[in-house]
């Protein structure tokens, strides 16, 4: 296949055709398998060069991280726009693990109508090979729920969401699984959670679930990092409201041409109302691109993309916890130190050797302080994670020192009286309770009308603050929403692993 420009200039399709036809199997129904009908168009045709492209897309993709996740959501753009971004959401999977089932869930960019479309009729071809529809128990789906599932031959064969998700899976599970294809025609938020409640039963560690969606329609680059990191930190809370809330501005006429944040938000609300039941999944990030980082890209309309992991946290070893060797602390304080430097200097850094094992390679959030003479002189950091711990760390030393609007940029000849303080983050997780904050153990994270604010937990060591003051200061003074808007605002928690020289 040859990647003209013009072939891909269509990142994700999103006219509707409004229709309400459904074609209902019959007895005795010739079986017809549903074919390939995107390759050629937004990945490679030829068996040999479809490999091939695979082959790069995952060498260049985030590694696995050891999640077992039980859900991903991938994009599904073109592979040159988007491959390596959905690379990393399949490098997640445990290659080692059976699924029964693989349930493949894509919002329907062709067909508006009630519920879900399921496809019994064959099986799912791609020039890797054919891929074995679970027909049994999508006919069992459509008997049980036939106000929530039925078939329709427009939105299984028009759509590319679902069907460029497959090669992917085969490339790290063979063709050995067995697919139930859904494609969610509804808008409707209620039928979503009425389509989890169907699927509950089946979530669970012996079948995947794959998410297809894409993230914002066509804003500016600058738009689109913005827009797509507010949807992101929604979709890491794992909860639905949040999510319909953050998506309900999807016409805001401030951000010019954002046609939608997340062009497979039911789908992914089908997978949030079912984590919720459960209350014991937390979503990861595990990658974010959009299409202006593509060679066919244009900064003027852009489409996002993510890559995220759902997890046990019962099972998985994201929480256990972290340790650092003290060769690894003084790696990272020195590059620190001589990241600044050097940037000061208008130097370009010498590359530093980190080992092919290190955590340092793993995406972590991380805080850059300074002191001078013992009193702060800068300090910035990031909850992000899509990028190596190294990089952050690299990132957030100049942000630190350059970048804090509270004091001057750092001066050279004050580097030799400044120490540094690295505070390398665990993932947010939502509290319910104030009683479940940690004084000196946990950081909290405030967040309230778009506004925002944190304190790293040696805040609360070196305040002697209550819960209470800890909360009000961060509210007030990092939020800036007041010293009780705390009261009614999202509160996070996480902890830190803090070292300086």
């Known amino acids: 296949m040859k990647l003209h420009k013009n072939t891909f200039i269509i990142l994700c399709i999103n006219t509707l055709i409004f229709s309400s036809c459904q074609s209902q199997p019959k007895t005795g129904a010739i079986m017809k398998n549903r074919i390939a009908a995107y390759s050629g168009k937004f990945y490679e045709e030829n068996p040999s060069q479809l490999k091939k492209e695979l082959d790069s897309l995952f060498a260049q993709?985030?590694?696995?991280?050891?999640?077992?996740?039980?859900?991903?959501?991938?994009?599904?753009?073109?592979?040159?726009?988007?491959?390596?971004?959905?690379?990393?959401?399949?490098?997640?999977?445990?290659?080692?693990?059976?699924y029964e089932n693989i349930f493949v869930l894509a919002p329907s960019h062709h067909v508006l109508n009630r519920g879900a479309a399921l496809y019994t009729k064959g099986n799912y071809e791609t020039p890797l090979g054919e891929v074995k529809v679970n027909t049994t128990l999508c006919k069992e789906l459509i008997k049980k729920e036939p106000s929530l599932f039925s078939e329709n031959d427009v939105a299984q064969e028009e759509e590319h969401a679902l069907e460029v998700q497959l090669p992917f899976l085969q490339y790290k599970l063979g063709n050995k699984f067995q697919l139930v294809p859904i494609v969610v025609m509804t808008d409707n938020a209620d039928e979503c959670k009425?389509?989890?409640?169907?699927?509950?039963?089946?979530?669970?560690?012996?079948?995947?679930?794959?998410?297809?969606?894409?993230?914002?329609?066509?804003?500016?680059?600058d738009d689109a990092n913005r827009v797509d990191h507010e949807t992101i930190?929604?979709?890491?809370?794992?909860?639905?409201?949040?999510?319909?809330?953050?998506?309900?501005d999807e016409k805001n006429p401030s951000v010019k041409n954002l046609y939608t944040r997340l062009c497979g938000k039911y789908p992914v609300l089908v997978l949030m109302y079912m984590t919720q039941a459960w209350h014991h999944y937390s979503y990861q990030l595990i990658a974010y691109s959009n299409s202006a980082q593509s060679i066919y890209g244009d900064k003027q309309r852009v489409v996002g993309y993510g890559a995220f992991a759902v997890?046990?946290?019962?099972?998985?070893?994201?929480?256990?916890?972290?340790?650092?060797?003290?060769?690894?602390?003084?790696?990272?304080l020195a590059l620190a130190r001589n990241t600044i430097e050097y940037y000061l200097k208008g130097e370009s850094m010498p590359a530093m050797t980190i080992p092919d094992d290190s955590l340092l390679h793993q995406p972590m959030g991380a805080f850059v302080s300074l002191y001078?003479?013992?009193?702060?002189?800068?300090?910035?950091?990031?909850?992000?994670?899509?990028?190596?711990?190294?990089?952050?760390?690299?990132?957030?030393?100049?942000?630190?020192?350059?970048?804090?609007?509270?004091?001057?940029?750092?001066?050279?000849?004050?580097?030799?009286?400044?120490?540094?303080?690295?505070?390398?983050l665990t993932p947010l997780k939502k509290i319910n309770h104030i009683n479940e904050i940690v004084l000196?153990?946990?950081?909290?994270y405030i967040t309230k009308g778009g506004r925002s604010g944190t304190f790293?937990?040696?805040?609360?060591?070196?305040?002697?603050?209550?819960?209470?003051?800890?909360?009000?200061y961060c509210a007030q003074d990092k939020a800036g929403i007041g010293w009780n808007g705390w009261k009614d605002a999202d509160i996070y928690t996480y902890e830190a692993i803090v070292f300086g020289e």
Request: with cysteine.
């Open 311 to 332: 997890v046990n946290e019962n099972k998985t070893n994201k929480d256990k916890e972290i340790h650092f060797t003290e060769e690894e602390k003084q790696w990272m």
């Open 61 to 98: 993709a985030k590694p696995n991280q050891g999640l077992k996740p039980i859900a991903i959501i991938s994009p599904h753009a073109g592979y040159v726009f988007s491959g390596k971004t959905a690379a990393s959401a399949f490098n997640q999977l445990d290659t080692s693990q059976h």
């Open 194 to 221: 009425q389509m989890a409640t169907a699927l509950l039963p089946y979530f669970n560690d012996s079948n995947l679930f794959v998410i297809s969606s894409d993230m914002s329609h066509y804003p500016t680059f």
């Open 440 to 444: 000196g153990k946990h950081g909290i």
């Open 456 to 472: 790293l937990p040696q805040v609360a060591d070196k305040t002697n603050w209550t819960v209470e003051e800890f909360l009000g």
């Open 233 to 248: 930190h929604a979709i890491l809370t794992g909860n639905a409201d949040t999510l319909l809330k953050i998506t309900s």
């Open 372 to 424: 001078k003479k013992g009193q702060l002189r800068g300090c910035i950091g990031t909850f992000r994670a899509e990028e190596p711990l190294y990089k952050i760390i690299e990132e957030m030393a100049i942000a630190s020192a350059t970048h804090d609007y509270r004091f001057d940029p750092v001066e050279l000849d004050e580097m030799k009286d400044i120490t540094i303080e690295i505070s390398v």
